[in-house]
């Protein structure tokens, strides 16, 4: 890029555009080798998706109807483009009772390794250095990250469904389902909740899951961006991940080789906002919650000695006179001068 910065005709336009913030995120991601941790992320998220769906199918079987899975599954149809086809909720909950304990178990090794992985990937995009302290406590915390990202997904995922269901139904009673318009407004409804949805799960994998609280604008514009950004990818890669998914070439293998990529593509994305993120006005170290030294920031100029107070004449004791000073006592003796 430099060698292009210093071209005569085009030179100008990439000095300009090295100086932008998105050149500044691009240029951090690629020097924290961003894509090397994007597949780290990638392969503990691949582990936990089978388990964690094994453990949804357990919980649907106990908990919901044949039409609430059914509403779940068109759900994670949507978030996964061409491949939740492959993957039935409902044969899961039949066998609900097998997979539950070791989906469980296999959840939680691979889920605290993922949450553990995705906040070391983080930091070090921010360039901040890791935590040192207890190992079982930092294990614990991840614990309580991973159970929250996971309450966050259902709440996410669960109100997205209600919400786009109560649409379906009230443009049913009026009659505008079948309209265009009515077509058009439900479908822009349904990205519009997606993309709250993912604000929310993006907001909370950059700083809930990081122990980094950059300044609120930073947060909300990377959040803003990744779940537009994610969007926009299941629009973009929908054809192709089916086009995986269904090839003959790959057998068996096709639907989870389609989920490896796509997994890989968002946490690439997860990674960019988080560039985005740590170059924002206001980002730096001090933002760290994980800091040992208080969150004292280590550029900060520091503080001046206090001045030294002035001693003071000691009082003379009662009933002794006070000693005046001899003239010229404290002045430095005056030497003649040579000829006097």
Not at 1 to 19: C, H
Request: proline share 6%; hydrophobic share 45%; net charge negative.
């Amino acid at each position: 890029m430099e060698w292009l910065a210093r071209q005569r005709f085009i030179g100008p336009f990439f000095r300009w555009l090295m100086t932008t913030h998105v050149w500044l995120a691009y240029s951090r991601y690629s020097d924290a080798m961003g894509d090397r941790l994007a597949g780290s992320v990638t392969y503990f998220g691949f582990l936990s998706v089978f388990p964690l769906l094994a453990l949804s199918g357990a919980i649907g079987s106990a908990l919901l109807t044949k039409g609430q899975l059914d509403a779940i599954q068109e759900k994670l149809s949507e978030q996964i483009p061409g491949i939740a086809d492959q993957l039935n909720l409902h044969a899961l909950s039949n066998n609900a009772g097998a997979v539950s304990v070791i989906g469980l178990l296999v959840l939680l090794y691979s889920g605290i390794g993922g949450v553990g992985v995705t906040r070391t990937s983080v930091r070090t995009i921010w360039e901040v250095k890791e935590s040192t302290g207890n190992p079982f406590k930092q294990k614990a915390v991840d614990l309580i990250a991973l159970v929250g990202l996971l309450v966050l997904g259902a709440l996410t995922l669960g109100g997205s469904a209600l919400t786009s269901t109560l649409a379906g139904r009230a443009a049913h009673a009026l009659g505008l389902e079948s309209t265009g318009v009515g077509k058009t407004g439900l479908q822009v409804l349904a990205v519009a909740i997606a993309v709250v949805a993912g604000f929310m799960l993006f907001a909370y994998a950059l700083t809930g899951l990081s122990g980094l609280r950059p300044p609120r604008r930073a947060i909300l514009t990377g959040a803003a961006i990744g779940a537009i950004g994610f969007e926009a990818l299941k629009q973009a890669m929908s054809g192709y991940l089916t086009h995986v998914a269904g090839k003959s070439i790959y057998g068996a293998f096709g639907t989870p080789i389609a989920l490896l990529v796509w997994i890989d593509f968002a946490a690439r994305l997860l990674l960019l906002c988080a560039a985005w993120m740590a170059t924002s006005e206001g980002a730096g170290p001090q933002c760290d919650l994980f800091r040992e030294d208080g969150g004292k920031d280590e550029d900060a100029d520091p503080e001046p000695d206090p001045e030294p107070e002035p001693e003071s004449t000691p009082k003379p004791e009662a009933g002794q006179p006070e000693s005046t000073p001899k003239p010229g006592a404290g002045q430095p003796e005056r030497k003649p001068e040579p000829g006097a």
